[in-house]
């Protein structure tokens, strides 16, 4: 397979010049030094790691104090934060990779735990997820009913993406993705069963996307379109998602996504497999013609289904999440057609160095 791999091959996403094709999703591990939520040392060692990715997507990073909704999850707000992703920048292109940010901000999923001063999580509108969320101790409590944005407060918002743009630039990352998938702040507004707004932010499509446009304009300010990506995920169901019609929604942010000229969309699954109500479901193969740019997509890829999906021209290149977890030189066990190290789940979010660096490599197993 590895002497014909398409998988294998070079890339260009924007100013992005990427070896192969196998990306590293965007993975949340909880393993941040708190308090500060700053980036450290065993991070650092685990990005290097992983540096043979064609890409590295950074886990989510809130960009303000109140985007946040899990323990230990880094940020890009404070100087100390600044400094720790520096370090990582640096020894990912020491190792010869590539690394972009994703900047993040949870919206309804918070708790007022995590809130400066204790007060209510934002949203678009006071909608509660049903269920329960993490607070700080790493505990759950009952997702509580956020307090809806006021139209003022958006453009603020707004600017903290521009501001925790440029300490991602100045801390050497090579670009930046916009988190608007998975139930978090931007899907939220996109969404129409969690955005039930009357001012310009909310009712009509146009609107729905306002926010997403204002980001996108922000970040590339300081980005460039060609160091800017965004990714999206229509039929997630995650934190209480749903959307009376997907196909419309999310085909009319594909197309509108256009003008902006970005390195490129990240479409995340899940598929028509998905097991909450997402809405009604589509074939996602279906939006990557409507984007002019290159499409990484996600979900549950191994190789094969990579190769054929990047051949047929459904994926310009693919991000493996739980893969690149378990397999640190995962691309190069691509390449060897070599087994794959099974997870352990019980280490994805939060603790040390097990389940984190002590992956081995082919080398060492
Ligand atoms: C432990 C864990 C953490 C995750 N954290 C993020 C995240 O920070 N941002 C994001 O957009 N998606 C996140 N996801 C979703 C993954 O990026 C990816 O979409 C998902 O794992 C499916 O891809 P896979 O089947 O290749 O693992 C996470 C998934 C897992 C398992």
């Known amino acids: ?73 880094p940020g890009i707000h404070s100087d100390e934060q600044q400094a720790g992703w520096e370090m990582i920048t640096r020894a990912v292109h020491d190792e010869g990779g590539r690394i972009v940010l994703q900047l993040w901000h949870v919206g309804r999923v918070s708790h007022s735990d995590f809130q400066p001063g204790g007060k209510l999580p934002v949203a678009p509108s006071a909608i509660a997820i049903d269920g329960e969320g993490y607070v700080p101790s790493g505990e759950k409590k009952p997702f509580e009913t ?9 453009p603020e918002l707004v600017e903290a993406y521009a501001r925790a ?10 670009g930046v993705e916009v988190h608007a998938a998975n139930g978090y702040l931007i899907d939220e507004f996109l969404r129409d069963g969690t955005n039930k707004r009357t001012d310009r932010y909310g009712g009509t499509l146009e609107n729905r996307m306002r926010l997403l446009r204002e980001v ?43 003008p902006f000229g970005l390195a490129y969309l990240h479409i995340a ?45 459904r994926a310009a290149a693919v991000a493996f999440g739980v893969p690149f977890i378990a397999n640190p030189d995962l691309v190069e066990r691509f390449r060897l057609d070599a087994p794959l190290n099974e997870p352990d789940t019980s280490t994805f979010y939060g603790g040390g160095e097990k389940g984190y660096i002590d992956y081995p490599t082919l080398d060492q197993a």
């Open 216 to 258: 996108l304009a922000a970040v590339i300010r300081v980005a460039g379109a060609e160091r800017t990506g965004v990714r999206i995920s229509p039929l997630q169901p995650f934190n209480g998602m749903h959307d009376s019609d997907p196909w419309g929604t999310f085909s009319y942010v594909v197309r509108e996504l256009n």
């Open 146 to 154: 956020p307090r809806a944005l006021e139209t003022e407060e958006i």
């Open 269 to 313: 699954g899940m598929g028509e497999d998905a097991p909450g109500d997402a809405g009604p479901a589509f074939d996602l193969a279906e939006l990557v013609p409507l984007f002019e740019g290159p499409v990484i997509r996600n979900y549950q890829y191994d190789q094969a289904r990579a190769e054929r999906d990047i051949e047929a021209g």
């Open 1 to 73: 397979m590895s002497q014909d791999s398409a998988l294998l091959t070079p890339v260009t996403l924007g100013a992005l010049s990427l070896p192969n094709r196998a990306i590293m999703a965007p993975l949340t591990r909880c393993r941040a030094t708190v308090p500060g939520n700053v980036p450290n040392e065993m991070m650092r060692t685990y990005y290097r790691q992983r540096a043979g990715a064609g890409l590295i997507i950074s886990e989510a990073t809130q960009v303000v104090p109140e985007g946040q909704g899990y323990p230990a999850t």
């Open 165 to 174: 743009t440029e300490r991602a630039l100045a801390a050497g990352f090579d």
